[in-house]
């Protein structure tokens, strides 16, 4: 509901708007009831629609890069490496034990993913990491 001051001939008025369907509005004015018929009907506004034209090309397909043979062991979360039980070239199973990380007063085990062997170990015993940091690569 809304509502209004007028003013007309130095005398106030107070308009409150009860309700409005299509061209007949129920207001009231200092307490009296009235309804009003509209000459012209209130536009309603609407939403706008995007219209988009066609593309003049067709989209190039995209192109995908040969998948990297090696898998990289991050870090989970930031702490310091306890321990390595792998060393470069040995052969590895899936879950086996790569390395110990303490974090928070706790010890971490960081397992393979997947079968491999060890590329590159990017990280000493005694060494702190963060989060996201590589720590082991296979192939």
Same mark, same amino acid.
């Given at each position: 509901?809304?509502?209004?001051?007028?003013?007309? *001939?130095?005398?106030g008025y107070t308009v409150n708007i009860k309700s409005?369907?299509?061209?007949?509005? *129920?207001?009231?004015? *200092?307490?009296?009831?009235?309804?009003?018929?509209?000459? *012209?009907?209130?536009?309603?506004?609407k939403t706008p629609r995007l219209?988009?034209?066609?593309?003049?090309?067709?989209?190039?397909?995209?192109?995908?890069?040969?998948?990297?043979?090696?898998?990289?062991?991050?870090?989970?979360?930031?702490?310091?490496?306890?321990? @390595?039980?792998?060393?470069?070239?040995?052969?590895?199973?899936?879950?086996?034990?790569?390395?110990?990380?303490?974090?928070?007063?706790?010890?971490?085990?960081?397992?393979?993913?997947?079968?491999?062997?060890?590329?590159?170990?990017?990280?000493? /015993?005694?060494?702190? /990491? @963060?989060?996201?940091?590589? @720590?082991?690569? @296979?192939?």
């Open positions: 509901m809304k509502s209004y001051k007028f003013k007309v *001939n130095e005398n409005h369907e299509d061209n007949v509005i *129920n207001l009231e004015v *200092n307490g009296t009831s009235f309804d009003v018929i509209m000459s *012209n009907e209130i536009k309603k506004t219209v988009r034209s066609a593309s003049k090309q067709p989209s190039a397909p995209l192109q995908t890069t040969p998948k990297s043979a090696k898998t990289k062991i991050i870090a989970p979360i930031p702490g310091t490496i306890l321990s @390595l039980n792998v060393k470069v070239g040995d052969t590895i199973k899936e879950n086996d034990l790569l390395l110990v990380l303490e974090a928070m007063k706790m010890e971490n085990n960081i397992t393979a993913e997947k079968s491999g062997v060890v590329a590159s170990i990017q990280v000493e /015993v005694g060494q702190q /990491v @963060l989060q996201d940091a590589v @720590l082991i690569e @296979l192939e």
